[in-house]
């Protein structure tokens, strides 16, 4: 989104659906008609090394930018997603973006507290329905919660489930055949949780400084605007 009399609008999304259905949102939230809101993007983040050349195509020369990055943070690990971010925002842009947070001042302890959010019948009976679709069956295995660290090292923590299996399973996805032993598992999902202070930090060691904070009274949600101040105009 560009500042000035006529805006810029570009959604970004891995689904074409949820970037038709992103535009339209944005055109009837600013009251605009839908031949007016502005072409969406689709690509993978993990795997887009062109975005910001994109972006900066569709939008004025020199506008100012406001990107929004919303729920997203916690399911991508910090050192991939950062940088790229950070590519993003030019000398005048701002970044906002929302990050799941631990609460209270221990943050182990916090990270404990809102594992039953996640650990609970229907969230894994969602997980399981990725299973269900590649072929096993319930009684293959379960679903397991846990509380485990950042891979790359950093003082992160996050939840995670795995489907166990509980019995040799062999599946086919795609002509490939993967054969499963009991014991086996299969990472499903993952979310880091943050604290105000690792997120400035982490933030800090890509260029990205925070200008502002807007916290939930329960500790558990974050909103923080951010510029690169590793640019120069």
Request: hydrophobic share 40%.
């Amino acid at each position: 989104l560009t500042a000035g009399h006529d805006p810029c609008r570009r959604t970004v999304d891995v689904s074409p659906a949820m970037v038709l259905v992103a535009s339209q949102t944005v055109g009837r939230t600013l009251g605009i008609s839908p031949g007016q809101s502005g072409a969406g993007v689709v690509c993978d983040l993990l795997t887009t090394g062109d975005l910001a050349e994109i972006l900066d195509g569709l939008c004025p020369p020199g506008a100012a930018r406001l990107v929004s990055f919303f729920g997203m943070i916690p399911n991508f690990e910090p050192q991939v997603i950062l940088p790229k971010l950070s590519a993003l925002i030019r000398p005048g842009d701002a970044l906002l973006f929302s990050a799941n947070l631990a609460p209270g001042d221990d943050y182990a302890a916090g990270v404990r507290q809102i594992l039953p959010q996640y650990n609970n019948p229907l969230t894994s009976d969602w997980l399981l329905t990725a299973m269900l679709d590649l072929g096993v069956d319930r009684a293959d295995g379960t679903v397991v919660w846990r509380v485990e660290a950042c891979s790359s090292g950093a003082d992160l923590l996050r939840v995670a489930a795995y489907f166990r299996f509980a019995r040799p399973r062999i599946l086919t996805v795609a002509g490939e055949k993967f054969d499963f032993r009991m014991g086996d598992s299969i990472r499903l999902f993952f979310s880091y949780r943050y604290t105000p202070e690792r997120i400035r930090a982490h933030l800090n060691q890509h260029g990205l400084t925070v200008l502002d904070q807007w916290l939930t009274q329960s500790g558990e949600e974050g909103i923080f605007l951010c510029h690169n101040s590793l640019c120069r105009p």
